[in-house]
């Protein structure tokens, strides 16, 4: 089991551009998540998803866009990257009754 | 509004001494509290949450209703307890509120 994977590691993007990043588990998990991870603010969730065709916003979900066509799938689209979206952005999932939250590696994000 | 309040970014303690991370979190409701850990080079992983009551690698913590805290505790520290912790609520297990991190230390 790879458990949750998250590509790429890295990006820089320049203002305007658009970009996905991308998010996969191989544990069967209904439920995904994803958060964003500022200096001196912890993590902030962005947009979740309960399981394939349903999403909802959640702390910030502003500038994102997410679809979940698949349950092992969650990507997170920027249409018009920002310098205020500049930080790390975490995936994670759960399984369904389960409370355990299951992180990907992260992914560092620049806009210049 | 929900908020999770983790006051000290850094906890410096010496080996063997107690160690206490502080957490306070404010929600209208009665959610469910967790501490999340992450070592270095590793991921952000599940250390406990409070309903199950259980001691993970040491480590106890007691939700106070009242003063609305669930502070992180560990008798005697060790050099691998060195991380950073994250305290985090939910209400429904959809939406997940993170505080912004302490950063414990352990000296040899």
């Known amino acids: 089991n790879a458990g949750v994977t998250q590509t790429p590691k890295f990006q820089v993007l320049k203002t305007g551009q658009s970009m996905t990043l991308q998010c996969a588990q191989d544990m069967n998990h209904e439920y995904m998540s994803w958060y964003r991870q500022d200096p001196g603010m912890g993590l902030r969730l962005i947009h979740y998803?309960?399981?394939?065709?349903?999403?909802d916003q959640g702390e910030v979900p502003n500038g994102y866009n997410v679809s979940r066509s698949t349950t092992e799938d969650f990507p997170l689209r920027l249409l018009s990257a920002a310098p205020s979206q500049t930080s790390v952005y975490f995936c994670a999932s759960r399984g369904s009754g389960l409370y355990e939250q299951y992180f990907g590696p992260g992914t560092r994000l620049t806009v210049t | 509004a929900q908020r999770v309040t983790q006051p000290e970014k850094l906890l410096s303690v010496f080996k063997g001494a107690p160690v206490e991370l502080k957490c306070n979190y404010s929600?209208?409701?009665?959610?469910?509290l967790f501490w999340y850990v992450q070592y270095s080079r590793q991921r952000l992983q599940l250390l406990l949450r409070?309903?199950s009551r259980e001691s993970i690698k040491g480590f106890t913590a007691d939700l106070n209703k009242g003063e609305t805290s669930f502070h992180l505790k560990k008798p005697f520290a060790q050099e691998e307890d060195s991380a950073m912790y994250y305290c985090a609520l939910s209400g429904d297990f959809n939406k997940f509120y993170f505080g912004s991190g302490t950063k414990l230390n352990v000296k040899p």
């Open positions: 929600y209208s409701g009665s959610p469910e």
């Open positions: 409070h309903i």
């Open positions: 998803s309960v399981g394939a065709g349903i999403t």
